[in-house]
């Protein structure tokens, strides 16, 4: 049989003027601000809604990072204004360091320009991004440039700028500069104005009110359209800002090492112990036994593949893991319980910082706390709290690892109803601090799926949940004694009565039982034969200190034990006894007198008490 014939392809036939001449001629570099006016989403500004939140968010993450490396506590004033329907300013004023006056140009005016990409330690900001893509969204929704007030110190001038980024260049554009008198002695204050909308408000207050939770220190001024409010501090210590390390042996890449190797005049022992953390004589002479190498050799001699030789032998030694203690700073399980207690009526919180644990290299804290009760919605699923580097993460929560954690727990062994994410009155806070969040994109919203870091979260909450149930067992425990005892209780006058009536006897005194069944305090008067008698019996698990009042006809002051206070008001005397009780304790005083008057205790839940005047 004759074999089929493979079909040949058709070569079109090109003109001598190709459209690879054509394309060349359209081939040019793409400025980075041209790339984010193009692909604003990137950064978090995929919406006139959304924008407002990130430029709020980006300006105030700065003022804290500011405020922190300064070492002051921040004061932060934060004013949003409609201008028009649909155009908003957004104010933000801090009292940081301030920004000297040759480098503003460029910190608003030019992307990828910061002072924290290159050092290895927490920050909120690290790529240099955030607040000039604010100024280029600014520029291209109402093409208004946008003004920067900043001072350094008291002894140096204010300046005021007008800037806007020529997106072409990515360089800045200065309409205008002039130093100006400014009440603050240090701070700096920028005006943005561009179109939006103010749907996101309770977003808005909501971003809000978490930073407060996660920066205690911090006290922020609102202006909301005309609504004020204040984000108080919870702490009066200013944080103590993390110090920047050296990159660890095991975080550190190819390209990475050959541009170290490259700057550097070292030999590779100096290069390996100066050049990274933790690495010392022993770490540096294993590395160089491993990859055999010689001390002596200049690092900048070495070749790619040697290069790589030398990665391979750092990454299998055996180094301790990078300082985090140094480079981190976690807020510590004290300040994020204070955070949550100030901003929501909890009656449960629990906190957990876990110890400071290591991915790729990179050093990483993970915090965690549960919330319960209170004014919290009974129904619905747990209200979850995402940060990062003391940031709120506020979208995104279906992508970060956080939420892929929360609903990996099963909440059911903890007694917590769950559907995907655990439901009821709970509040779920994750905070990941961290030299190197691994955010899933530039708008830095959600935490990536990282194996080490999913480790410590999963961990922290389980903690969590263990605690959380004993607290629920004890509370449903104690809420079941107190009904049963409530029912006892509400049937024991009738018994007492119908046993008097039985017997032919007085009905007697119900309340010292009532007071055993119930654990409260009982506080009784009674007069006989011409001597009042008041007696305070502790039935409660615990010592108490009270005041016992008395508004009375008799005189208080020949009483066997005399009050500390006594006034005559017309016919009646006004009496204060102050008393401190043991449980089990009972204190008793008498005094001549016809029993007429009042008792009362405080100091006491009104729930804890029974106060009886037999006299009545
Ligand atoms: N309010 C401020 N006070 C002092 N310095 C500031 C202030 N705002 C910004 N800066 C400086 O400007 C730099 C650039 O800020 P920008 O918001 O663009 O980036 P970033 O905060 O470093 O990183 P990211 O893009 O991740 O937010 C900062 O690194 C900081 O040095």
């Known amino acids: 049989m004759a074999r089929k014939k493979e079909p040949v392809p058709v070569q079109a036939e090109l003109p001598a003027e190709t459209l690879a001449d054509e394309l060349a001629r359209q081939q040019r570099s793409i400025s980075v601000a041209e790339f984010f006016e193009k692909n604003k989403h990137l950064l978090g500004f995929d919406s006139p809604v959304r ?265 299998s030694a055996n180094v301790p893991p990078p300082p985090a203690q140094q480079c981190l700073s976690p807020i510590g399980e004290d300040l994020i319980r204070q955070g949550l207690e100030k901003e929501f009526q909890l009656d449960y919180i629990s906190a957990r910082t876990r110890p400071a644990a290591v991915y790729h290299g990179h050093p990483f804290i993970v915090e965690a706390a549960l919330g319960w009760g209170g004014k919290l919605e009974a129904e619905g699923t747990a209200r979850i709290m995402r940060f990062a580097n003391r940031v709120p993460l506020m979208y995104q929560q279906g992508a970060c690892a956080v939420t892929g954690c929360i609903s990996g727990v099963n909440w059911k062994t903890y007694g917590i109803g769950q559907q995907g994410l655990p439901t009821g009155p709970l509040i779920i806070l994750v905070h990941v601090a961290s030299t190197n969040v691994p955010f899933t994109s530039e708008s830095k919203d959600a935490v990536a799926s990282i194996p080490e870091i999913e480790r410590e979260i999963t961990l922290a909450l389980q903690d969590l949940g263990r605690d959380l149930k004993t607290f629920i067992q004890r509370r449903d425990r104690s809420r079941q004694s107190e009904e049963r005892a409530r029912a006892i209780c509400s049937i024991i006058p009738d018994i007492a009565a119908k046993v008097a009536e039985t017997l032919d006897l007085p009905v007697p005194d119900t309340s010292p039982i009532e007071g055993q069944i119930m654990r409260r305090l009982v506080a009784k008067k009674r007069t006989t034969d011409g001597i009042v008698s008041i007696l305070v019996s502790n039935y409660t698990s615990h010592a108490v200190d009270i005041s016992l009042y008395a508004i009375t006809q008799d005189d208080p002051q020949k009483a066997d034990k005399p009050p500390v206070f006594v006034e005559k008001m017309g016919d009646d005397y006004s009496a204060v006894w102050q008393l401190r009780l043991a449980a089990s304790e009972t204190w008793i005083t008498e005094f001549p007198g016809t029993g007429r008057g009042s008792i009362d205790i405080r100091g006491i839940d009104e729930k804890k008490k029974v106060v009886v005047d037999l006299d009545r």
Request: proline fraction near 5%; include cysteine.
């Open 51 to 315: 924008g407002i939140i990130t430029t709020v968010k980006e300006a105030i993450d700065n003022a804290l990072d500011a405020c922190e490396e300064a070492g002051v506590l921040p004061d932060i004033y934060l004013g949003i204004f409609r201008m028009q329907e649909d155009v908003f300013k957004v104010v933000v004023e801090d009292n940081g360091p301030g920004i000297v006056p040759e480098n503003i140009p460029f910190v608003f005016g030019k992307l990828l320009y910061g002072s924290r990409f290159h050092q290895i330690r927490q920050s909120r900001g690290q790529q240099g991004i955030g607040i000039s893509a604010a100024v280029l969204y600014a520029q291209l929704t109402t093409g208004t440039p946008t003004l920067v007030i900043s001072r350094c110190g008291a002894d140096r001038g204010a300046f005021r700028m007008l800037i806007q980024i020529k997106t072409e260049t990515n360089e800045p554009e200065i309409l205008s500069r002039e130093e100006i008198t400014w009440d603050r002695t240090h701070g700096t204050r920028i005006e943005i104005e561009f179109r939006s909308s103010l749907t996101a408000r309770k977003r808005l207050i909501e971003y809000l009110r978490y930073t407060s939770v996660v920066n205690p220190h911090c006290r922020i001024r609102v202006d909301l359209d005309g609504e004020t409010m204040t984000f108080d501090r919870a702490s009066e210590e200013p944080i103590v800002p993390p110090k920047a390390i050296k990159p660890h042996p095991h975080g550190v890449e190819l390209g990475e090492l050959k541009r170290m190797a490259a700057a550097t005049n070292e030999t590779l022992r100096t290069f390996l112990i100066e050049g990274f953390t933790r690495v010392g004589e022993k770490t540096a002479t294993e590395i160089l036994n491993t990859a055999g190498m010689p001390d002596d050799r200049k690092a900048s001699s070495l070749k790619i593949k040697e290069l790589g030789t030398l990665l391979a032998a750092m990454q």
